[in-house]
């Protein structure tokens, strides 16, 4: 481990002390943390950030950042509600709050010492007191965790991994379902064409695609460079 | 068909088979094989998944392993397709309002019958028999076609035990990459039309174990489990929230074993 700082400090003076604890955080649980010139090439300008980390600890960290992210602004969402929101409506977003807040404990406390730190995130480019604006915000962020559990899923190499997060994405795409029917009711919206391609399989998204279109809201970079492909 | 092949029980995969299909993977361009988006790339998915495994296993049980899981999927699907085909042809059944919806749902059914059905043949098996439809489950809802509660709860059992079905399924698709990701994209699917049609039977669109149909119990079975990776997620607690007292066993949807949905599937198998 020790060699890991040195290489770390030796490829950039700048590293910042959070992404330092999270290498070595992430180095207890994962292997072969030595290449810096991984860590730190030119396509990753972001040396301040999360590192997820490697094999099922990062893709864990991985859903682990997004339930962190969907609960944040659920909670946000019920602490300033809409106007004209009703009591249907509140019952049903508490409800998903409260999932996504226990699948944010959950990963917590199954990753226990390798888990990242709370994230820093920012939702002050949403308005949170129009409802049209802030479903499609909230479709948009579950459609997003949708495909990413899809893509993720090939990810983990521990069949256990594999079955919690099929118990997670279920209803995550029940959450998507549920607040695109609060837009377009009784329509098409739920399982729509942007969602569900033409032979009846919904999309995937990797997390290169995930972390780039949750950029905006997250102030803490996450890094998933070391995630594993297949 | 043949139920019995399908009704045995073969849990474990090859542990060499990862290693196999990812090498005949590589050498069929493995990234093209599931790229989405457009009709063209959509109807070479299947051909292409189905001659990855076909490469990779060739006649070997693994395969047998991985195409009746295939085959098992396709069995539910074959089911789901003919019972909203069903509901479409039913005059005045579906009101005009919800019509859109199921119209879809039907839509996606198929969708995943030719896309299971050509991965199967392309990889070399034999798809199972098209089951005969028996809509009302040997009786057990007897105007599932003219009583749109009745079809209503019976689309919700159907959507809820795919769902499940799918879910248990997933960590024996672990060697495969393609196939699992397949099975997964249909999975959340499922769990999407699962969802609206409890929405539109006025219930929440979670998966409960409590406020279900007696008639539909066995498809909720398990669903309240509150122990996930060995963490009691009904004891988690966060200051300044007091969580709701079904959102543990909500927040996680539940597998079924084949045994079980064989279970509740068999009843709308007609003779």
Known sequence: MLKVMIDSVACNGKVGRRWFMQVVGVTSAATGLTACDTLLDDENPYVGGVQLGRDDVGVLNYAYALEQLEAAFYTQMLTTPYAGITPEETQLLTDIRDHEIIHREFLRTALAGDAIESLELNFGSLNFGDRAAILAAARQFENTGVAAYNGAGKLLKNPDFLTLAGKIVSVEARHAALIADLLQPRTTYFASDEVVAFNGLEIVQTPAQVLSAVRPYTGTVVNGDLLPTT | ?271
Not at chain 2, 55 to 60: E, F, I, K, P, R
Request: hydrophobic share 45%; proline share 4%.
């Open chain 2, 1 to 271: 068909m043949n139920l019995k092949a399908i009704l045995s029980d073969i849990e474990t995969i090859d542990p060499e088979a990862c290693e196999r299909l990812n090498h005949a993977a590589g050498r069929t361009s493995r990234r093209n094989l599931f790229r989405l988006g457009t009709k063209a790339a959509v109807a070479a998915v299947p051909l292409a998944f189905g001659a990855s495994l076909k490469t990779a296993y060739g006649q070997t049980s693994n395969a047998a392993a991985i195409l009746e899981i295939l085959n098992f999927a396709l069995t539910l699907e074959y089911l789901e397709d003919s019972f909203y085909k069903a509901a479409l042809a039913a005059p005045g059944l579906i009101p005009a309002g919800d019509r859109a919806v199921f119209q879809l749902i039907s839509t996606h059914e198929e969708r995943h019958v030719s896309f299971i059905e050509t991965a199967i043949r392309t990889a070399g098996g034999t798809t199972v028999t098209r089951p005969r439809l028996d809509p009302t489950a040997k009786g057990a809802y007897p105007n599932v076609l003219s009583n749109y509660q009745t079809f209503l709860t019976v689309a919700q059992a159907l959507e809820d035990t795919g769902v499940r079905a799918y879910k248990g399924q997933a960590a024996n698709l672990i060697s495969n990459d393609d196939v699992l990701q397949a099975a997964l994209q249909i999975h959340s699917v499922e769990a999407r039309h699962a969802a609206e049609v409890r929405r539109i039977r006025g219930q929440k669109p979670w998966a409960t174990s409590t406020n279900n149909p007696a008639t539909i119990a066995a498809v909720y079975e398990g669903e309240g489990n509150v122990t996930q990776g060995g963490v009691n997620v009904g004891s988690l607690q966060v200051s300044g929230i007091t969580l709701g007292a079904s959102a543990a066993g909500d927040a996680f949807d539940e597998p079924l074993t084949r045994a079980q949905v064989l279970a509740i599937a068999t009843p709308f198998i007609g003779a």
